[in-house]
């Protein structure tokens, strides 16, 4: 089955610097992969996402990038504020969104004032 | 803006009792799942439901555990008999449409601790 790996596990970033967080996945058949952020006490809430059909996509200050041939992708976000620490996942899917999301181990993101 | 909502935020229990945690999907969708994430780790996959049968269902989601869509706007998950292990925050989501796929939207989660 799919295994996705995620780094780093923490990470903390000064104010308005930029944050990268990195995944890998073993499935060649995966072709969707969304990013979610998980605030303490709530569900895990999808803040972007990206199909295999393209290589990167933006959003404001988020944006993914995809390498299908390397088995990667990651989340960068740009000009951090404080209201973007909260622990962000990514996850693969073998379909387009209908299927089973199989998840990252997670990475905390600290940003310092 | 619409939301999964999920019930009870915290379900305590004895190890060996039976637990039915409770979701309502948003209203238009057609895919319902559970996953659960034990304290500091991954969210993991449980089960998949459409169309009223389970589509998929991972190795955790052995027979004690079963899922209903018992009306037209509930989806429950009911545990059996409770292990400690079971101790967790179940996760449900929905997408919706058919096809072409969607984003899956979670709820709030159920903290499940088991005595």
């Known amino acids: 089955g799919e295994n996705v790996e995620q780094h780093p596990s923490t990470l903390s970033v000064q104010e308005g610097d930029s944050a990268v967080i990195k995944c890998t996945y073993s499935?060649?058949?995966?072709?969707?992969f969304p990013w979610y952020k998980q605030e303490l006490g709530k569900g895990p809430q999808l803040i972007i996402d990206i199909r295999s059909n393209v290589g990167e996509k933006k959003d404001q200050r988020i944006a993914v990038t995809l390498n299908k041939t390397a088995k990667h992708f990651s989340l960068h976000i740009t000009e951090t504020q404080p209201e973007d620490s909260a622990v962000y996942f990514c996850?693969?899917?073998?379909?387009?969104?209908?299927?089973?999301?199989?998840f990252g181990t997670g990475t905390r993101l600290t940003i310092i004032p | 803006e619409p939301e999964v909502t999920q019930t009870p935020s915290h379900q305590v229990t004895q190890m060996g009792q039976e637990v039915i945690l409770r979701c309502v999907p948003i209203s238009n969708h057609l895919y319902f799942y559970w996953y659960r994430q034990i304290l500091g780790q991954k969210v993991e996959f449980l089960v998949s439901?459409?169309?009223?049968?389970?589509?998929?269902k991972s190795e955790i989601f052995d027979d004690q555990f079963s899922v209903e869509r018992p009306d037209g706007s509930n989806f429950t998950l009911k545990i059996r008999s409770t292990k400690l292990e079971d101790s967790a925050m179940y996760f449900c989501?929905?997408?919706?449409?058919?096809?072409?796929?969607?984003?899956?939207?979670f709820g709030a989660g159920t903290r499940l601790s088991v005595l």
């Open positions: 439901f459409y169309n009223n049968e389970i589509s998929e």
């Open positions: 989501a929905s997408s919706g449409l058919a096809g072409a796929g969607d984003i899956q939207y």
């Open positions: 996850a693969a899917s073998p379909n387009f969104g209908n299927e089973k999301l199989t």
């Open positions: 499935d060649s058949a995966s072709n969707y």
